[in-house]
């Protein structure tokens, strides 16, 4: 690595620190765009990793990587050695990612559904988001690992030591130590931990 690329990965997180993002325990790689609601809150524990460089992951991760909250009193929370990659993570309430998970290139994490769905067809697009209430938290216990394309949507909590297959759409429960795949997501077998 050439001395500046190294210079400004250890520098960016204190950089961020103007926007009121603690992030100086984090490694960040390529584009990463964070923005915030007033009053809301980013923890980011030690040794996390966000990447949307592509010399650094075996899959293309080349977009930009974005981290949101949309309102106040919204919550993401990312745990110690967790490693995401180019992936949108959106919370309108709270969004809990544990310890040493992995969350594989172009994910989509969210809390809410971003566009009321009880308004006329026609009033949708300008309908904003829906109320604060609808948004359910998720939940990504540690040791998990989420493969690339992955959405999670709202209300769904993965267990500790799951494996979800790639392109999957996870809407609900998936127990702990899972390998569970598709769309919806189901769990295929149970995982034997070493």
Known sequence: MRYFDYLFTRLRPYLLL?????TRGAYIYGAVRIRLAKGSKLILHEKV???????????????????????SSALIKIGHDTGISSTTISAQKEIVIGSRVLVGAGCLITDNDHHSIDSRPELRRYAGLPPEDLAKPV??????????RTIVLKGSVIGAGSVIGAGSVVAGTIPKNSLAAGNPCRVIRTISPN
């Open 18 to 22: 103007i926007k009121g993002v603690d």
């Open 139 to 148: 939940i990504i216990e540690d040791d998990v690992f989420i493969g690339a």
């Open 49 to 71: 990793v966000l990447n949307s460089k592509w010399t650094r992951n075996t899959l293309e991760s080349n977009s930009i990587m974005t981290i949101q909250t949309l309102s």
